[in-house]
């Protein structure tokens, strides 16, 4: 627990809890179980295993709740002195989907995926899941061990303060994607849902809380430290960092006419190639000035696309 609090995952505090509980478990006897040495063969075999009844079973509910639905009895009127007549639709039965069928929804699209941290115990679980829906994944990460070095691209360690720079490094060297989507290795995809959104559209969380935006010219909305990023006040100072019209997009969303940070979620989101470019350069820019994730990610979609042509994925 200490390499954990270490990498800042969890507190110090958290690590002396964790000890006292162990030791009051001891107190009273409690027989810890056997710990089995983590095996990647045997690790395959069980993600492998377990993930075709995933599968069904995501399949069974949607199936369940369509049939549920064509049953519902719909009474109508067949006219004055007519009884009511029940109508039930015939049920439509519809095959279970292959992994292959998301796999070509998703097969020129970019999956780029970030490790905030050295800690790459995950990477295999992430690809048996994952690569079976998109064919092309591009893993950056920090402090890449050697054996992982043909697999991970390496970044300097900032802990994910600044990994927006991923998604510009991947659209700079694979420019001919049709999307780009960004997720963090700590966060789970719903790839049945993002199946049926629209990809020609970014897919982002609008940050639509008044608490989110912060007129430069005003104190905080809150105590988030973030805020207070001088380089940030830099950022804007500088006249290249946007053009005339993502500062307009910008004024229009905030509703401020100077100068206001968007803070946002990051832990997923799509960008279209369609403009995929023009976000790479605008991060190109803020990294700069080591904008902080939260609030140049968000800041950099609404300069180059109005939310109201976003699909508002809700990422948390």
Known sequence: MEEMAKHEFIGLEDVDLAKRWVRDLQSVGYVFPKVKRYSPKTHAALVAKHEEPRLHSQTDRRVSNEALRQCQVEETEQGSGTAAVAKVPRIQITPTPKKDLYSTVFKNTLLVVNFNHPDYGALESFLAIYKGYFPNIKIYGPKVPDHLK???????????????????????????????????????????????????????????????????????????????????????????????????????????????????????????????KELAEVLRKFLKYEVFLEVGLGLALIAVEPTENWVSWNET
């Not at 049709?178 to 970014?202: C, F, H, P, R, S």
């Not at 500062?247 to 401020?256: D, G, L, P, T």
């Open 150 to 276: 043909d697999i991970v691209t390496e970044i300097s360690y900032d802990k994910g303060y600044t990994s927006y720079r991923n998604i510009a490094d991947a659209i700079d060297k694979y420019p001919d994607y049709d999307g780009y989507l960004y997720t963090n290795d700590d966060t789970l995809l719903n790839v049945y849902q993002l199946a049926e959104l629209d990809q020609d559209k970014i897919w982002k969380m609008v940050p639509d809380r008044v608490e989110d935006v912060h007129d430069l010219t005003k104190a905080p909305p809150d105590s988030w430290p973030h805020w207070k990023n001088l380089r940030t006040m830099d950022m804007w100072n500088d006249p290249t960092s946007f053009t005339t019209e993502q500062r307009e997009r910008i004024a229009k969303f905030s509703n401020v006419e100077g100068q206001a940070n968007v803070r946002a979620f990051a832990d997923g989101v799509y960008v279209p190639g369609r403009v995929s």
